[in-house]
């Protein structure tokens, strides 16, 4: 196995690597930004090495900077998270050029899924169906042809787009003027693929996803779907897994043909299709090449460690599991909360002041948080992510309710409030939900009143705590517990748990 790890990221997903990394005894290697000297994946590492400005150009983008660390540390290979560079195939090719192994898919393969005409094109050769739309728009002529063919609304896309970025609605013709134009504009501006392409436009569908996995020896498997579909401005902010909205027999269908898929364009690790669906139809949408923020609830309703997978995928293990060992069990939702003012949805920085995660039965959370920290503005504002189980449904957003009451952050305003509103929300309960919930359920008033409930605690804690720790005292607990793992870990190193449990056994006999 690897020896060492770099992790090219930040913050949580940093430490959900460096988990990973510590269960399989794989030294891990931090690099952190001035923003970041007190964040706590740089302490969680075995070591951290500081990379520049908090400026991501000069830190988490910065490929150069990061390859020269990886061969300072003699590191095997670089993970590089979500985000940042995770999908970038030039930083894959330069890290595969310096002689580490980049744990994603190969360099052509991000090409491929950075390219929706490309991947849409290679879907539809394994048989899965796409968005009815057009090829590579020519000019404004075209688009009206193509808009009339497929009828109104249709929505213009940037095929260098993702996530969001560069997509336009357009009702009719004279609309289509606009959008055409300003597609135009946004592609040539923002994406080295400039072309645009047109699809019929869905009325607020469920974005359902799959999460498959791969390993370098032929074998592909698929975890099951994700529902994705409650997110403001192409955020996600919560997601389920599975989906209320099919059966298992379409899950095995919609497996199989996102499996053949993946083969047909040779997809290495851990990767996801995501799909629209609409009036009973998947339509593909996009390949997203990484880790994803919510791998934990698939995770945690098939039991499979993906990361790990993704870690042993990258040295070159065969996969352990085959389709038929993959078991759905129970229901697991996530809610990203970020650090946002709770009706505008603006980041908010600033210093957490009280903290105290919840926990219990059924409650996983995944966060590069603790009390005193200071929230940099020069990133994502999603500080943590929490995540219940329960047999059902019914029970994992019980779970849910009660977590997000047990959980503890003032100093900085989050999107609690939020999560809260939608727990308690009918059309919610009842798996009434698409990509346009947030705008439509106008939740805004039950989200004030659960502000309103936060605030209250605040003061009480206000009033007892106000100013009792300094930054000092409260980085000395957490480099403690780190300081204290590395004492213990030298007494591991000389007798390991295996020899122990052999002994052990020994006495038995
Ligand atoms: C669409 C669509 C409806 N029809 N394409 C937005 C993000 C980008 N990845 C694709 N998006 C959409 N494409 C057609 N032909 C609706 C959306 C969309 C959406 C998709 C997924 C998750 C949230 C969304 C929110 C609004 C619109």
Request: glycine fraction near 8%; hydrophobic fraction near 35%; include cysteine.
């Given at each position: 196995?690897?020896?060492?790890v770099?992790?090219a990221?930040?913050?949580?997903?940093a430490?959900?690597v460096?988990?990973?990394?510590?269960?399989?005894?794989i030294?891990?290697?931090a690099?952190y930004?001035?923003?970041?000297?007190r964040?706590?994946?740089?302490?969680?590492?075995?070591?951290?090495?500081?990379?520049?400005?908090?400026?991501?150009?000069?830190?988490?983008?910065?490929i150069?900077?990061i390859?020269k660390?990886?061969?300072?540390?003699?590191a095997?290979a670089?993970?590089?998270?979500?985000?940042f560079?995770s999908e970038?195939?030039?930083?894959?090719?330069?890290?595969?050029?310096k002689?580490f192994?980049?744990?994603g898919p190969e360099?052509?393969?991000?090409?491929?899924a950075?390219s929706k005409l490309?991947?849409?094109?290679?879907?539809?050769?394994?048989?899965?169906k796409?968005?009815?739309?057009?090829p590579?728009?020519?000019?404004?002529?075209?688009?009206l042809?193509?808009?009339?063919?497929?009828?109104?609304?249709?929505?213009?896309k940037?095929?260098?787009?993702?996530?969001?970025?560069?997509?336009?609605?357009a009702?009719?013709?004279?609309?289509?003027?606009?959008?055409?134009?300003?597609?135009?504009?946004?592609g040539?501006?923002?994406?080295?693929?400039?072309?645009?392409?047109?699809?019929k436009?869905?009325?607020?569908?469920?974005?359902?996803?799959?999460q498959?996995?791969?390993?370098?020896?032929?074998?592909?498997?698929?975890?099951?779907?994700?529902?994705?579909?409650?997110?403001?401005?192409h955020?996600?902010?919560i997601e389920?897994?599975p989906?209320?909205?099919?059966?298992e027999e379409?899950r095995?269908?919609?497996?199989?043909?996102?499996?053949k898929?993946?083969?047909?364009?040779g997809?290495?690790n851990?990767?996801?299709?995501?799909?629209?669906?609409?009036?009973?139809?998947?339509?593909?949408?996009?390949?997203?090449?990484?880790l994803?923020?919510?791998h934990?609830?698939t995770?945690?309703?098939t039991?499979?460690?993906?990361?790990?997978?993704?870690?042993?995928?990258?040295?070159?293990e065969?996969?352990?599991?085959?389709?038929?060992?993959?078991?759905?069990r129970?229901?697991?939702?996530e809610?990203?909360?970020?650090?946002?003012?709770?009706?505008?949805?603006?980041?908010?920085?600033?210093?957490?002041?009280?903290?105290?995660?919840?926990?219990?039965?059924?409650?996983?959370?995944?966060?590069g948080?603790?009390?005193?920290?200071?929230?940099?503005?020069?990133?994502?504002?999603?500080i943590?992510?929490?995540?219940a189980w329960?047999?059902t449904?019914?029970?994992?957003?019980?779970?849910?309710?009660?977590a997000?009451y047990?959980?503890?952050?003032?100093?900085v305003?989050?999107?609690?409030?939020?999560?809260?509103a939608?727990m308690?929300?009918?059309?919610?309960?009842?798996?009434?939900?698409?990509?346009?919930?947030?705008?439509?359920q106008?939740?805004e008033e039950v989200?004030?009143?659960?502000?309103e409930?936060?605030?209250?605690?605040?003061e009480?804690?206000?009033?007892?705590?106000?100013d009792?720790?300094?930054d000092?005292?409260?980085m000395?607990?957490?480099?403690?517990?780190?300081?204290?793992e590395s004492?213990?870990?030298?007494?591991?190193?000389?007798?390991?748990?295996?020899?122990?449990?052999?002994?052990?056994e020994?006495l038995?006999?």
């Amino acid at each position: 196995m690897f020896k060492k790890v770099l992790v090219a990221n930040r913050g949580e997903i940093a430490i959900r690597v460096m988990r990973a990394c510590r269960e399989l005894g794989i030294k891990t290697t931090a690099i952190y930004s001035d923003a970041d000297k007190r964040a706590f994946h740089r302490f969680y590492a075995d070591e951290s090495y500081h990379i520049g400005k908090a400026d991501p150009k000069d830190s988490y983008l910065n490929i150069e900077k990061i390859i020269k660390i990886a061969k300072k540390v003699d590191a095997d290979a670089i993970h590089p998270g979500y985000g940042f560079l995770s999908e970038n195939p030039e930083f894959a090719k330069r890290c595969i050029e310096k002689g580490f192994v980049f744990i994603g898919p190969e360099p052509k393969v991000l090409a491929i899924a950075g390219s929706k005409l490309k991947s849409r094109k290679m879907m539809e050769k394994a048989g899965i169906k796409a968005i009815p739309g057009s090829p590579k728009i020519k000019n404004l002529d075209d688009a009206l042809k193509w808009a009339e063919k497929l009828g109104y609304p249709v929505a213009i896309k940037a095929s260098g787009g993702g996530g969001g970025i560069g997509i336009t609605i357009a009702r009719n013709e004279e609309e289509m003027e606009k959008a055409y134009k300003q597609s135009k504009k946004l592609g040539e501006r923002f994406f080295i693929d400039s072309a645009v392409y047109i699809e019929k436009y869905l009325e607020k569908p469920r974005h359902i996803e799959f999460q498959i996995l791969a390993d370098k020896k032929g074998n592909t498997i698929h975890l099951g779907e994700r529902e994705c579909s409650i997110q403001r401005r192409h955020q996600k902010l919560i997601e389920e897994c599975p989906s209320v909205a099919i059966d298992e027999e379409t899950r095995q269908k919609i497996g199989k043909l996102v499996v053949k898929g993946a083969k047909q364009i040779g997809y290495t690790n851990s990767g996801t299709i995501e799909f629209l669906y609409s009036n009973g139809e998947f339509y593909f949408l996009e390949i997203n090449a990484r880790l994803q923020v919510e791998h934990t609830i698939t995770e945690i309703v098939t039991g499979i460690d993906i990361v790990k997978y993704q870690i042993k995928i990258a040295y070159g293990e065969e996969l352990e599991h085959s389709q038929e060992d993959i078991v759905f069990r129970g229901h697991a939702i996530e809610c990203r909360i970020n650090a946002e003012d709770p009706i505008s949805f603006l980041p908010r920085s600033g210093k957490i002041e009280y903290y105290r995660s919840p926990g219990g039965i059924g409650i996983r959370v995944d966060s590069g948080i603790h009390m005193g920290y200071r929230i940099p503005e020069y990133y994502d504002s999603m500080i943590s992510k929490l995540i219940a189980w329960g047999n059902t449904r019914q029970e994992a957003i019980m779970r849910m309710r009660r977590a997000l009451y047990e959980y503890l952050i003032g100093g900085v305003e989050t999107n609690i409030p939020f999560h809260r509103a939608v727990m308690n929300n009918e059309a919610f309960v009842r798996g009434d939900i698409h990509t346009h919930f947030v705008e439509e359920q106008k939740i805004e008033e039950v989200i004030k009143q659960y502000v309103e409930i936060v605030k209250k605690t605040m003061e009480k804690l206000d009033e007892i705590f106000r100013d009792k720790f300094t930054d000092e005292e409260i980085m000395a607990v957490v480099t403690a517990i780190i300081e204290s793992e590395s004492e213990k870990k030298k007494i591991e190193q000389k007798q390991s748990i295996w020899k122990i449990i052999g002994k052990i056994e020994g006495l038995k006999h």
